[in-house]
């Protein structure tokens, strides 16, 4: 069966990182990652169909956006990071057998974010028809609405499994704005999912109180949203947080902020957090949403390479993408 076509800005372009020999012993992403033409995504197979999680093949997809960054009042430079998320991955070691590929980037351009969440969308939503995980590199947290819009618009979704979205962050992002930015994503999803006769569940860790204000927690009660304080995220509660999360979803979206780590760790963000939620415990989170086989989409916001640190936060992001797709 054909799924609608969907366009990118800029086409893949080739991977580079050390070179220590061919074959599987030496294999590294820049290896590994093969350019994604736009019919792969097209046609859904039996074989993919029927793959578990982790045989599933994956595409990435860049998003690179700072429009949402800058309405919202924050440092722009995030439409950059795609590309230094793929420097930063290329010369890592791939040990993982599932096939991977690179679909491009969709840009925005001009302040259009809308149109260019919507093609990212279509995008994604394509992607997943084919059978593929999908990994979107951002751009602001903007990156979220347009993720969003792909996995609402999947068959999976459409066909009426629960969808739950998972935030790593030291935000809600439920702003209340007159246009979308990169603090407005998850008011957006909850009004599309309303409109769309569903109730978002919408999840939280890393939540920073000082950097919220008591309307935002207000509209999180009053939707619903459950969320861990980034001072009481020990390893242990973020692992219970998260398995009573996943116990009442089908399908996981999970997306990364990566100002939910302390700024030590992650300096080059639009929003550098000063306490912030450890590595290992984000790590952890990662490893435990892959092995509970619901992730159906992830992306990685917010890197900001120029005000990143000797590469720190492009590290940490492409860390976080192997394990996601390891």
Request: charged residues 20%.
């Amino acid at each position: 069966m054909d799924f609608p076509a969907f366009s990118v800005d800029v086409e893949p372009r080739p991977w580079t990182g050390r070179y220590d020999g061919d074959g599987e012993a030496h294999r590294r992403w820049w290896q590994a990652v093969t350019p994604a033409a736009e019919r792969t995504a097209r046609r859904s197979t039996p074989e993919l169909n029927a793959a578990t999680p982790a045989q599933r093949p994956a595409v990435i997809l860049g998003f690179g956006s700072d429009e949402g960054v800058r309405r919202n009042k924050g440092r722009t430079g995030a439409a950059a990071a795609p590309a230094a998320i793929r420097s930063a991955l290329g010369p890592l070691a791939y040990h993982s057998a599932r096939p991977v590929a690179d679909a491009g980037d969709v840009v925005v351009h001009d302040g259009e974010l809308e149109a260019g969440q919507a093609r990212a969308g279509l995008a994604v939503a394509a992607l997943l028809d084919g059978g593929r995980l999908t990994l979107m590199l951002g751009g602001g947290h903007e990156t979220a609405y347009a993720s969003y819009l792909g996995v609402a618009g999947s068959r999976a979704v459409r066909d009426g499994q629960r969808l739950g979205v998972l935030n790593l962050d030291a935000h809600f992002d439920l702003r209340d704005e007159a246009a979308p930015s990169s603090g407005t994503p998850f008011l957006q999803m909850a009004r599309a999912e309303a409109a769309a006769g569903r109730e978002l569940r919408y999840a939280v860790v890393g939540i920073s109180e000082p950097n919220n204000t008591r309307a935002l927690f207000s509209t999180a009660d009053e939707l619903g949203v459950k969320y861990l304080l980034d001072e009481d995220c020990t390893a242990a509660a973020a692992e219970a947080f998260v398995a009573d999360f996943l116990s009442g979803i089908d399908v996981l979206y999970l997306t990364i902020d990566l100002d939910v780590l302390p700024a030590a760790v992650a300096p080059g963000v639009s929003a550098p957090a000063a306490y912030g939620v450890p590595l290992p415990v984000i790590s952890a989170v990662c490893r435990q949403v892959v092995a509970s086989g619901k992730l159906l989409h992830a992306d990685v916001a917010e890197l900001n390479p120029a005000f990143d640190i000797d590469n720190r936060t492009a590290r940490v992001a492409a860390r976080l993408v192997s394990i996601l797709l390891g």
